[in-house]
């Protein structure tokens, strides 16, 4: 039964709903409420336990008890410290110790602080009259005044006494011997003058005594690099350089792969998807991959830690040999026609001729520039001839029966970036950071087509189209522009963009039928175009830095060969 009604019909019912039970936080106002002072009323209204004393936890954030001044005025209880120090309490106004507000002007300061390090001693800021009122060493502060170190200054006296002196000027009579006259260049007091030959011994009719032959010291010399001039090498990675029937890694796989003699572009090719093999190796950035000419199962790769690996595409898919022939990142390598030798060029201004088969550096070739490409001229009858383009604006031709360079190119007003064989070999265009194309006769330092616009950019990387009629240079502002090779017109119509390559000499490729073209980009990207209609077909996530190289295997439907930055070379189908 609630406890607002009662059986007792007698009583009066004063409170029908209960609000005599509610907490005091929660009663209603009423006016009959008579405000009765409390000099330390209870924090919390619902406080059950009638706390008086102040118990918190440390997470605790507010007081939920008001605790009586007598408590507050109660002596410290419990043991003292016997380890603490006893007068340590005595100045203390703040947790940490004895804290006073004091303003002095910065150079105040300065002068107070200097002169407690220099000399020892500082006035006291403290404005408490038991202070004392100098810091530090106080016969210090005695012995100069209580003077600042600003303030002091040396007397006239003392000054003197640490001048130096210069001896007598002497006589102005006497002109040799004691007492000459010196006047303004008598010696310092205290100094010894040293005579002309003093120190320099009479070796009249004495005897020499034998002096001990002094000890040969060996020079060592240092420890020339591999692949300095003179000290290439080259590493075999595999147990034996030939097969059961003799044949080297140069040997076509027939058995693995019939359909490598066939000709480049006979089948419709398609664009790749997955990655089906990663080559590793390089411990930097790879800038520059070459298949093997014709057949494509060898892959060169050059790299910035100097090295130039040889690769096998179709049986294991390992490392052959590594080249160790530049001391700096290699720059381009190039195969001759027949792949039995290649050509490197580095950041070291060397340019080397290797042999593919046995890893031996047959040549040497350098002009003390640095070259940034080199190719081998196409004809079979000048496979001995090459030209590289260098850092100060020229193409050089080399003879490399003779070692000579043979002609120059110089018309270019930036280093020259590509070399491109157009025309049945007869001609050849090359690209330069000026941002021009210009087109040459082979052996014939005369430019025949300049191609200069104002608003094009420099093109790093220029690839010859399959059918051989067309050029695709890579322009720095995102787009691959077309070029003839009969007439060097740009093709308006054939535009290709929607990548993102600036500042980076990304290769162009074209895959064996024509079909498509393709380019990296800076993301790590290789992105796919329609040849004929100019639209994106694909973009492959392919590496994680800037894909600089690709390249198409030739005898393939859809295999692509990407080389990045990131080190990694990979195989995509």
Request: glycine letters at 8%.
């Amino acid at each position: 039964m609630s406890a607002a009604y009662s059986s007792d019909e007698d009583t009066t019912i004063n409170d029908a709903f209960g609000l005599s039970k509610l907490p005091v936080s929660k009663k209603p106002r009423t006016v009959q409420d008579k405000l009765a002072f409390q000099a330390a009323p209870h924090v919390l209204a619902e406080d059950p336990l009638n706390q008086t004393s102040l118990v918190t936890r440390p997470t605790d954030t507010q007081m939920n008890v008001n605790i009586p001044y007598s408590e507050m005025m109660l002596p410290l209880q419990g043991p003292e410290n016997p380890f603490g120090d006893s007068n340590r309490f005595i100045n203390q106004n703040a947790l940490a110790g004895h804290v006073e507000e004091q303003s002095m002007s910065d150079h105040a300061f300065k002068a107070q602080h200097l002169t407690h390090s220099i000399l020892g001693y500082s006035v006291n800021p403290s404005i408490d009259p038991n202070a004392p009122s100098i810091l530090g060493s106080v016969e210090k502060a005695r012995e100069n005044g209580f003077a600042t170190i600003d303030t002091l200054r040396a007397t006239n006296s003392q000054k003197k006494e640490l001048k130096r002196k210069r001896k007598n000027r002497g006589d102005l009579d006497v002109v040799e011997g004691e007492g000459a006259y010196v006047g303004p260049w008598a010696a310092w007091d205290g100094e010894e003058e040293i005579g002309f030959l003093d120190g320099v011994e009479d070796t009249g009719d004495q005897p020499q005594e034998e002096e001990e032959p002094e000890p040969v010291v060996v020079k060592k010399k240092a420890k020339p690099k591999p692949g300095a001039y003179g000290q290439e090498s080259s590493v075999f990675h595999g147990k034996s350089m030939t097969d059961y029937q003799g044949r080297t890694y140069m040997h076509p796989p027939l058995a693995e792969a019939p359909h490598i003699l066939s000709e480049a572009g006979s089948q419709e090719t398609f664009i790749p998807k997955t990655c089906i093999h990663t080559w590793t190796g390089h411990t930097q950035g790879v800038s520059v991959i070459r298949l093997f000419p014709e057949t494509g199962h060898l892959l060169l790769s050059g790299s910035m830690d100097t090295k130039i690996k040889l690769w096998d595409v179709y049986t294991h898919g390992n490392c052959l040999r590594t080249f160790h022939g530049h001391v700096q990142a290699v720059k381009d390598v190039t195969f001759s026609n027949d792949g039995k030798k290649f050509l490197s060029c580095g950041y070291d201004r060397q340019m080397k001729l290797w042999d593919t088969e046995t890893g031996q550096c047959l040549k040497r070739f350098s002009n003390g520039k640095t070259p940034y490409v080199v190719r081998f001229h196409p004809d079979e009858d000048k496979q001995h001839i090459f030209l590289a383009g260098m850092s100060d604006k020229k193409i050089i031709q080399y003879d490399m029966n003779s070692g000579e360079i043979t002609q120059e190119y110089d018309q270019h007003l930036g280093p020259v970036n590509t070399i491109t064989f157009v025309d049945e070999n007869r001609r050849f265009i090359t690209t330069s950071d000026d941002k021009t194309i210009r087109a040459w006769d082979y052996d014939i330092p005369v430019v025949i087509k300049y191609i200069a616009e104002p608003h094009m950019h420099s093109m790093p990387a220029v690839t010859l189209h399959p059918s051989k009629k067309y050029f695709a240079a890579q322009s720095l502002d995102n787009q691959i522009l077309i070029y003839s090779t009969d007439n060097f017109r740009q093709n308006r119509k054939k535009r290709f963009a929607g990548h993102s390559v600036a500042g980076y000499a990304c290769q162009v490729g074209f895959s064996p039928d024509g079909k498509w073209i393709s380019s990296g980009d800076g993301e790590g990207n290789v992105v796919f175009w329609d040849w004929k209609t100019g639209r994106i077909k694909s973009r492959l996530q392919a590496h994680s830095k800037v894909v600089i190289a690709h390249e198409w295997l030739p005898h393939e439907s859809s295999k692509v060969v990407t080389a990045s930055w990131d080190g990694l070379i990979k195989l995509w189908d």
